[in-house]
């Protein structure tokens, strides 16, 4: 069983802020994304990464996958109010015909203006 | 980008009753959907996954005749939670994929269950 700990749980801070969350894993997995979900809505894919050692900037947020495709971060700069949401990290793993994600236990962030 | 729609979004039942939701794919032929289930401030858990087709493959501890799934076409899928109780309240969130090699599932927006 694959198994994706992210981490802090929570994350409370004032806007203008930096952060980084952190998903961490003792599988390898052959590709990794990031979500961001909202209160009663499905999760937005942000980014997915493949390579070890890849980054990948989306605007204010750079994501990093492990160079032993283990684990990642997400960091954000200078957030912003609307940066609130859950952030659900998922592992890819190819599962017979189809690939099958397995999720992080999420970072529940919540940037005050 | 692809679609996938959830209907309904909101839907409230009795106890003992049986609710059906609905995925669709609107744009693509999705070859294997899953189903989600999470509970306030969590993560998603897998309860299923169903390729067109052919039987669900449950996960552990996930009741099979609770919680039937069928994928009887290749922009459908349904899970109906039968006998709901209060404790099947949830979040449920299907997504789908094309298939072999395919990084992404595309996620539906959500079913949010209240069983009073």
């Known amino acids: 069983t694959q198994l994706l700990e992210q981490s802090p749980q929570f994350l409370s801070i004032q806007e203008g802020e930096n952060l980084t969350v952190y998903c961490n894993s003792s599988s390898v997995f052959s590709s990794l994304q990031w979500y961001r979900q909202e209160p009663g809505e499905g999760p937005v894919l942000l980014v997915t990464?493949?390579?070890?050692?890849e980054v990948k900037k989306l605007k204010r947020l750079t994501f990093q996958f492990g160079d032993a495709r283990k684990d990642s971060s997400l960091h954000i700069t200078a957030a912003q109010p609307g940066d609130t949401g859950l952030y659900l990290c998922a592992g890819a793993v190819s599962s017979g015909s189809a690939r099958q994600l397995t999720f992080g236990s999420g970072t529940q962030l919540t940037v005050l203006p | 980008g692809a679609v996938v729609s959830q209907h309904p979004s909101r839907v409230i039942c009795k106890s003992g009753t049986s609710v059906k939701i609905e995925c669709r794919s609107l744009?693509?032929?999705?070859?294997?959907m899953f189903w989600y289930r999470q509970f306030p401030k969590q993560s998603l858990m897998l309860m299923a996954t169903?390729?067109?087709?052919?039987?669900?493959?449950?996960e552990q501890g996930v009741e099979k005749d609770k919680f039937l799934i069928n994928h009887a076409s290749l922009t459908l899928s349904t899970l109906t939670v039968t006998s709901a109780h209060p404790e099947d309240s949830s979040f449920y969130i299907c997504?789908?994929?094309?298939?072999?090699?395919?990084?992404?599932?595309?996620f539906g927006q959500g079913t949010r269950l209240t069983v009073v």
């Open positions: 169903s390729n067109e087709g052919s039987k669900a493959t449950y």
């Open positions: 990464v493949v390579t070890g050692g």
């Open positions: 744009d693509f032929q999705a070859t294997t």
């Open positions: 997504s789908a994929s094309t298939g072999v090699g395919q990084r992404r599932a595309f």
